[in-house]
């Protein structure tokens, strides 16, 4: 099953079976990335961490498989956001059995919004959890509910977006990127165990910051800590890194550190 689509217009369109675990079940994951004149940015990553992903659901979907639906639809006309999709494809109600059944396998892409690349946004801790236990914290799964409706409740109060706490209190992320907080000199991001979706441009980041003079560590990191953040960013592949203006009401400095927002505007150039 395959579907391209580009400002609204739909240019290739298949049936689409209703039975689909995805649409029903929501057993699917999905991954968003760049794409700049058909090349996707830090491609290798972006399949490498959906087909993971979709392994770890138990999701029969290879490299060659996503590899060659992006070489044979993906061109030099073709700029935005793209994303992925695939599901374990349509079988009767509650089956497990899904071994002998392909993956249904969409794709859109959308206009980006280069005014919300690097561009500041507010924060506010949602009363909702996540469950550190739970496969969706830790994986790109169609499971998005929570998210949507911290969103939601954020925007009701005037912020941006929602920061999430896992069930004992430990910072992750936020509805749609990762975090990196400033304490002190040094930039933590909370570990992929804590209920953290191991975001490209985090690891992205954390790859290449010696380069760029930023000192970064992996720790968790307590909800009574928020109070001391010196300042704080969120990371993620459409919006490449957004500065943090305003926490739960307490005013940080809305500036990226030196040298991200030229190192993120670099790989985009080089790709």
């Known amino acids: ?30 991954d968003t990335s760049l794409v700049v004149c058909g090349t996707v940015i830090l491609h290798s990553a972006h399949v490498n961490r959906l087909v993971g992903d979709a392994g770890a659901l138990g999701i029969a979907i290879d490299h060659k498989r996503i590899n060659d639906l992006l070489d044979n639809n993906l061109t030099e006309d073709h700029s935005g956001v793209l994303r992925i999709t695939v599901t374990s494809g ?11 059944i392909p993956p249904t396998v969409l794709l859109s892409l959308s206009p980006v919004s280069k005014s919300d690349q690097f561009k500041s946004i507010s924060l506010q801790t949602s009363l909702i959890r996540r469950n550190s236990t739970s496969p969706t914290s830790r994986h790109k799964t169609l499971a998005y509910t929570d998210n949507l409706a911290a969103l939601r409740a954020a925007g009701a109060d005037g912020y941006d977006d929602a920061l999430f706490l896992n069930t004992l209190g430990k910072v992750c992320c936020t509805t749609i990127g990762n975090l990196f907080l400033k304490f002190g000199n040094t930039w933590t991001t909370p570990p992929i165990s804590d209920g953290v979706l191991p975001g490209v441009m985090r690891r992205w980041i954390m790859q290449i910051a010696q380069e ?3 000192r970064v560590v992996e720790r968790t990191i307590q909800e009574d800590e928020l109070q001391f953040v010196k300042a704080a960013f969120m990371t993620n592949s459409a919006r490449l890194a957004a500065p943090i203006s305003n926490l739960n009401e307490r005013e940080l400095p809305a500036k990226l550190p030196e040298g991200l927002k030229s190192a993120a505007m670099e790989l985009i150039r080089k790709s």
């Open 1 to 30: 099953m395959f579907l391209l689509e580009q400002s609204g217009r739909q240019d290739t369109i298949h049936p689409f079976d209703l039975r689909d675990r995805g649409l029903l079940l929501a057993h699917g994951v999905f």
């Open 90 to 100: 349509p079988a009767e109600r509650w089956s497990l059995d899904t071994q002998m």
């Open 212 to 214: 760029i003079g930023l």
